[in-house]
């Protein structure tokens, strides 16, 4: 069996992500829930959508794979590495925690196109995985 990428697509109105708070370098911290549980819909290459269902035991089981973990702003076209790594990440993810069927986790961003997304509305996380 081969690996695949999954991008999972969670958008929330602006004010479903907590309040950022801004550090004294600048940063910005915020929570945001950043996986689900439930059937969710992603678009095979041809164009056309598959549904697949994430239980939660599969969920909670994936916690520890959140965990200090790299931040992008969009999905880069390849998976974050050290060779690519200082091109692509904006921010970090904090520990994340299971609650009522989601996956919420700290966010902090770095960079300037980060925040400045996040200060125009984007209210969007998207997880890329390999499953």
Not at 27 to 32: A, M
Not at 36 to 44: A, L, S
Not at 55 to 65: F, H, I, W, Y
Not at 91 to 98: D, L, Q, S, T
Request: proline share 5%.
């Amino acid at each position: 069996m081969s690996a695949v990428r999954r991008f999972e697509h969670l958008d929330f109105k602006a004010n479903d992500l907590a309040k950022p708070e801004e550090t004294q370098e600048g940063y910005w911290k915020l929570d945001g829930k950043v996986a689900r549980t439930g059937v969710q819909i992603y678009q095979n290459s041809d164009g056309s959508e598959r549904r697949e269902l994430r239980l939660p035991e599969d969920v909670k089981a994936s916690l520890a794979g959140f965990n200090l973990k790299p931040l992008t702003n969009g999905h880069p076209p390849s998976l974050v590495k050290p060779e690519n790594a200082s091109q692509y990440i904006a921010g970090a993810v904090g520990e994340a925690e299971y609650s009522d069927g989601w996956v919420k986790a700290p966010i902090t961003l770095w960079t300037k196109d980060a925040i400045d997304a996040v200060k125009a509305g984007r209210a969007q996380l998207s997880v890329g995985y390999t499953c």
